[in-house]
């Protein structure tokens, strides 16, 4: 039953980040992609405050160790500090599409860092499967690539998209290192907003920007968007990742949080009015076939 609530999770976690990735490309677009991470983060911090009242009756966690502070601190600072801030980048020069598709190196990202530092085994078959998710993001990314003029921005983005899957898979793992099997995956997440808020604000104060952040706000459609962003995003998103990898084995709900890219496609097309080759679709299946492998076979 805990596995089922698990990828139950994990699903409800690739929803949230197709719609949140959607609310952010316009966000970052209209209000600047440094403005959107730190003001979000603000917003998804005072969210989870009030759900963590609701229900644990106080707005902070109250059993926070040493051991949670850096792990779960570390996690935010690599994950949404840094990972993030990559990722809106490519949200501006790649649209939400693509920047999601390359999110699907996650999975990869974690099963290699896992065989390098952890010990864990590399089978044959993982080795397969990464290559089949990669050639399905090459085929993507190629072929977008040469319809692109702009392909000095285009390489930027993919570079960003890159540095932002790689921060998400660290992030994870330092996260489940710091859960262990009975923390509160709520209170976990407050601690890594929290840490990755403090520190974005305070490199903000220390450059002089945070009138200016401020300033931006006063485009309401752009703050409209970052509002859904960061309650589809590091709110309701991360907390339900968090669930996740909880209840199930880390594998298991990389797969189903890799779904974004096929949730996009129809979704790119109707908002953004993108047009979709039949060569990117079937592109993005593989790839998104080739995360499942890894942990399926």
């Known amino acids: 039953m805990s596995n089922f609530f698990g990828e139950f999770a994990a699903l409800g976690t690739a929803l949230c980040w197709s719609f949140g990735s959607i609310f952010f490309t316009i966000s970052s677009r209209r209000l600047g992609y440094s403005v959107?991470?730190?003001?979000?983060?603000?917003?998804?911090?005072?969210?989870?405050?009030?759900?963590?009242f609701i229900i644990y009756g106080s707005f902070v966690p109250l059993d926070v160790t040493g051991y949670h502070w850096f792990w779960f601190g570390l996690s935010g600072i690599i994950g949404f500090a840094i990972g993030d801030m990559l990722l809106?980048?490519?949200?501006?020069?790649?649209?939400?599409?693509?920047?999601?598709?390359?999110?699907?190196?996650?999975?990869?990202?974690?099963?290699?860092?896992?065989?390098?530092?952890?010990?864990?085994?590399?089978?044959?078959?993982?080795?397969?499967?990464?290559?089949?998710?990669?050639?399905?993001?090459?085929?993507?990314?190629?072929?977008?690539?040469?319809?692109?003029?702009r392909k000095d921005h285009y390489m930027s983005g993919i570079l960003c998209g890159i540095g932002g899957a790689m921060g998400q898979a660290l992030g994870l793992i330092l996260s489940k290192k710091g859960l262990g099997s009975d923390y509160s995956a709520l209170s976990a997440n407050i601690v890594r907003v929290?840490?990755?808020?403090?520190?974005?604000?305070?490199?903000?104060?220390?450059r002089g920007r945070i009138p200016e952040t401020f300033n931006k706000l006063r485009d309401t459609k752009g703050t409209?968007?970052?509002?859904?962003?960061?309650?589809?995003?590091?709110?309701?998103?991360?907390?339900?990742?968090l669930v996740a990898v909880q209840y199930t084995y880390v594998g298991?709900?990389?797969?189903?949080?890799?779904?974004?890219?096929?949730?996009?496609?129809?979704?790119?097309?109707?908002?953004?009015?993108?047009?979709?080759?039949?060569?990117?679709?079937?592109?993005?299946?593989?790839?998104?076939?080739?995360?499942?492998?890894?942990?399926?076979?």
Do not use: D, Y
């Open 36 to 52: 959107v991470n730190r003001v979000r983060l603000a917003l998804a911090l005072l969210l989870l405050m009030a759900a963590h």
């Open 224 to 241: 409209a968007a970052l509002g859904g962003g960061a309650f589809c995003g590091p709110f309701l998103g991360v907390w339900l990742s």
């Open 252 to 297: 298991i709900a990389s797969t189903l949080m890799a779904m974004p890219p096929i949730f996009l496609i129809p979704l790119s097309h109707w908002i953004f009015k993108e047009r979709i080759s039949l060569g990117a679709i079937l592109g993005t299946v593989v790839a998104v076939f080739g995360v499942a492998l890894i942990f399926l076979l």
């Open 88 to 149: 809106f980048r490519a949200f501006v020069l790649l649209g939400a599409r693509v920047s999601m598709l390359l999110m699907a190196l996650v999975p990869v990202f974690g099963t290699i860092i896992a065989w390098l530092f952890l010990g864990e085994l590399l089978q044959l078959s993982e080795v397969v499967a990464i290559t089949i998710t990669i050639s399905g993001i090459a085929w993507v990314i190629t072929e977008r690539k040469n319809q692109n003029r």
């Open 194 to 206: 929290f840490v990755a808020t403090s520190v974005l604000w305070f490199i903000t104060l220390l």
